[in-house]
């Protein structure tokens, strides 16, 4: 589990590496346009601004990281991460020399765009589970170097974290089964290690009836069609103990109701962050 300190340790480093990136060392005179065009202070406002309807996220991040690197500015937020924002509002604004704001103006909407992105696509899955008690689940598929921030995005959105790296679960998948032998190997391998706390993935009902029979308790249904999951589900009736089903593979925006209205208890996809659009901010000088 990442800790709220750490996240915004890690936002603050990233946010300085995308500055780097766009101007190299940070001082005027490496931002040419407006070095030529503006050679003295020039106090202005800027307000950051959604173009779009969106579920906000990153902007304590960047009213943090302006206070640290760039006290000569003021930097006001308007919303907190996780809010609902209708169109056209105005969500960070900026105060002080233009020529500070001009130079941080992309690094700062980019980032604030891409989580605001991810919660923003998030929210739409989350309200698909409306009625039932499915939970949505996240993934490790996220973009080198920004999973941390992206997982933050998705809880901010109304998904739960699953594994945030391969040191936090056990989760025996396909390419696992496969070198261990396959499904009856995989499971005897268990059984003789005494694997506790485990969740293995099935992609067939002849599977997830051997992981049964061996007590398997988190059963991963990959890439099944909705006939297939409900024939599964059933295999838990009459059972003394818990069995936990998760759906993943295949799932998006169309199908997600579907699946949660059989009953299962969470559906992870990797949909909220390597498949979002960007949603429409931008920064206006007043």
């Known amino acids: 589990m990442v800790l709220k300190k750490e996240i915004y340790n890690f936002a603050n480093y990233k946010l300085s590496a995308e500055l780097k990136d766009d101007v190299g060392k940070v001082c005027l005179k490496n931002d040419l346009t407006t070095s030529v065009l503006l050679n003295k202070r020039l106090d202005c406002k800027a307000y950051i601004s959604n173009r779009e309807n969106i579920v906000v996220c990153g902007e304590s991040f960047i009213v943090k990281f302006i206070k640290k ?19 056209d509002s105005k969500l960070i604004k900026i105060s002080g020399d233009i020529r500070w704001i001009l130079l941080l103006e992309r690094t700062l909407v980019n980032f604030l765009q891409h989580l605001s992105s991810i919660s923003t696509y998030t929210k739409k899955f989350v309200g698909k589970l409306s009625g039932s008690n499915t939970v949505l689940l996240d993934t490790r598929k996220t973009t080198n170097g920004l999973r941390i921030l992206e997982k933050y995005a998705t809880k901010v959105g109304g998904a739960k974290n699953h594994r945030m790296g391969l040191g936090d679960r056990i989760l025996i998948k396909d390419n696992h089964i496969k070198v261990t032998g396959g499904i009856l190997k995989t499971l005897e ?15 067939t009902y002849s599977e997830v009836e051997q992981c049964i029979n061996y007590n398997c308790n988190h059963i991963l ?43 299962v208890d969470y559906i992870s996809t990797s949909k909220i962050t390597n498949s979002v659009n960007s949603v429409d901010i931008g920064l206006d000088i007043i």
């Open 189 to 203: 391998l268990i059984k003789k290690k005494k694997i506790r706390n485990f969740e293995i993935e099935c992609e």
């Open 221 to 263: 249904l990959d890439n099944m069609p909705i006939k297939e999951v409900q024939k599964c589900l059933l295999l838990r009736k009459g059972k003394s103990r818990k069995i936990i089903f998760e759906v993943s593979g295949g799932i998006n925006l169309e199908n997600i109701s579907k699946y949660s209205k059989l009953g």
């Open 69 to 87: 690197k760039f006290p000569n500015l003021l930097c006001v937020s308007f919303y907190k991460d996780g809010d609902f924002v209708k169109k």
